[in-house]
């Protein structure tokens, strides 16, 4: 769940995660004044979750930590028999497909709030929480809080400048791999 709140002096991005990171909770006040509908770059937001749980995917879990556990040899003998050269967390694609934009994947944007991931309707949802016990798809590091607080300050940055389209273009940069992938050198200790 992504939630925006203005108070005083600002705006305050909350991106829930498990256990809590600081770099998902973080506070802007530059270029905020009159936004009140958030959709667009929340939508980018959806852009970088889908790219985060595809690395997921690719990397069978790697990306975040420590890799998925491995498969139990009886399991591994039967799937590399009848599902050759799939990957671990990949026999149909459902769960794939699910945290990662294609079938079975569910977005619910609002003006200030925004969940993504599994469709309560994808075929994957019995295995994804079975598979979740020991491998787990969602799980957020840090250098990701950064590139979600790099693509908040570059839309409204683009907002303040009213190009692309107000702020619209930034979830297709994103899912075409912009903005977001050079946030390793940017100090946010004085964002705001």
Request: net charge negative.
């Amino acid at each position: 769940m992504a939630e925006v709140a203005r108070n005083t002096g600002g705006v305050t991005f909350d991106f829930r995660t498990e256990p809590p990171m600081k770099e998902f909770q973080f506070r802007v006040s530059r270029f905020t004044e009159g936004i009140s509908d958030w959709t667009t770059a929340l939508s980018a937001c959806g852009q970088l979750f889908q790219r985060h749980m595809g690395m997921q995917f690719e990397t069978e879990g790697e990306a975040s930590g420590e890799g998925w556990d491995e498969l139990s040899p009886a399991y591994k003998e039967w799937k590399d028999a009848n599902f050759p050269g799939e990957p671990i967390g990949v026999l149909y694609g459902y769960l794939r497909s699910s945290m990662t934009g294609g079938g079975g994947y569910s977005e619910n944007i609002g003006k200030t709030s925004a969940d993504y991931g599994m469709s309560p309707t994808s075929l994957a949802i019995e295995y994804g929480a079975d598979f979740a016990e020991d491998r787990p798809v969602i799980r957020m590091t840090p250098e990701w809080g950064r590139e979600y607080q790099k693509v908040m300050h570059q839309w409204l940055i683009a907002e303040e400048r009213n190009t692309m389209s107000g702020g619209a273009g930034v979830g297709e940069a994103v899912r075409l791999g912009g903005i977001a992938g050079n946030v390793k050198n940017v100090d946010w200790a004085g964002a705001g």
